[in-house]
C-alpha cells in the first residue's frame, strides 16, 4: 500500500510537471498569436492580392468615353467647310502672295493706285495681283475754331501692293507712271514687308477707332492765342502745354497781374 501511494504521488507529480509545461506552452503560444495579430493590424489597409481591388477592364473592351466627347477626327469635320475648285484655287493664289511697299510721286498716291489698278486689268494680269492700297486714316483738326475730320494718308508717297514678285510683275510696276522704285532689298531683289508690319498696317485702315482718334492741333508750345469761349473770353495767352490725348491746351493768362494756368479746349481759342 505504502508503495502504491508513492508510485501514485510520484505519478501525479509528473502530470503536475507535464501539465504545468502544457500551460507554459500554452502562454507562449498566446504570446506569439497576440504578437502575429499586432504585426497584421500594420498591414490592414493594404489591398489584398486578388481581394476587393477594382478589376481591370478587358483587353477586348474599349474604355467608354462621355457622352459628350468627340475625337478629333469629329472635331475636324464639324468645321470643315466645303469649297469650290474656283474658291480653292484663289486662296492657293492669294497664299502665294506677298506685300510690297512702292514709291509714288508725292500728293499724286491715288493716282498711281489707279494707274495700277487699270494696268492690271488691262493686262490681263489678276493672276499674279491681290490689293494695291493707300494707308489712310481719319484725322480731327482744328481749325478756326472748328473741328472737322478729314482721311489723312499716314504713308505719304508710299503704296501697298500684294502680289506674285518675279521679273515679269516687278518690270510691270515699274512701267506704270507715277511709280518710282520698290521701297526694301535691292533693285534686283525687292524685299516684301513682314506679317506684323502688314498686321498693323491693315488694322489701322480697318479698325480706326481702335487706335483711338488723332487730333491735329494747328498750335505749339509759346504760341500765343485768344480765348473766344467762357468765363475768359477776349483774354489773350501763351500756350505753356499741350494734352492731345484729351484735347486740351494749357493757356498761361495774366489776372490781377499774376501769370495764371487755365485749362482749354482747342476749341476755345483761336491763334492771334
Not at 150 to 156: C, E, L, N, Q
Not at 187 to 203: A, C, H, S
Amino acid at each position: 500500500m505504502f508503495q502504491a501511494d508513492g508510485n501514485h504521488n510520484g505519478d501525479a507529480g509528473r502530470d503536475k510537471d507535464v501539465f504545468d509545461g502544457f500551460d507554459e506552452k500554452a502562454e507562449e503560444l498566446a504570446r506569439e498569436a497576440d504578437e502575429a495579430e499586432d504585426a497584421d493590424a500594420l498591414f490592414m489597409d493594404l489591398p489584398e492580392e486578388g481581394g476587393d481591388q477594382a478589376e481591370a477592364p478587358a483587353a477586348d473592351e474599349a474604355p467608354v468615353a462621355p457622352a459628350n466627347a468627340e475625337t478629333g477626327d469629329e472635331l475636324l469635320d464639324a468645321v470643315q467647310i466645303e469649297l469650290s475648285p474656283e474658291e480653292q484655287a484663289e486662296i492657293e493664289r492669294r497664299g502665294r502672295m506677298k506685300w510690297y511697299v512702292i514709291h509714288a510721286n508725292t500728293g499724286h498716291e491715288n493716282k498711281v493706285k489707279r494707274n495700277i489698278e487699270m494696268a492690271i486689268k488691262s493686262n490681263h494680269m489678276e493672276d499674279y495681283f491681290g490689293e494695291v492700297l493707300v494707308a489712310t486714316q481719319e484725322v480731327t483738326e482744328m481749325k478756326n475754331g472748328k473741328r472737322s475730320t478729314v482721311k489723312r494718308k499716314f504713308f505719304p508717297s508710299y503704296i501697298l501692293v500684294e502680289m506674285i514678285m518675279n521679273k515679269e510683275t516687278q518690270h510691270f510696276i515699274n512701267s506704270i507712271p507715277g511709280v518710282t522704285r520698290f521701297i526694301g532689298g535691292t533693285p534686283l531683289k525687292p524685299q516684301p514687308i513682314t506679317r506684323e508690319e502688314v498686321d498693323r498696317i491693315l488694322g489701322r485702315i480697318s479698325a480706326p477707332e481702335e487706335a483711338g482718334e488723332t487730333l491735329e492741333i494747328p498750335y505749339e508750345v509759346g504760341d500765343s492765342v485768344q480765348v473766344m469761349d467762357g468765363p475768359f473770353t477776349e483774354w489773350v495767352g501763351v500756350i505753356n502745354e499741350i494734352n492731345r490725348d484729351k484735347g486740351k491746351l494749357k493757356v498761361m493768362i495774366s489776372i490781377f497781374g499774376s501769370e495764371t494756368p487755365v485749362e482749354l479746349d482747342f476749341l476755345q481759342v483761336k491763334p492771334v
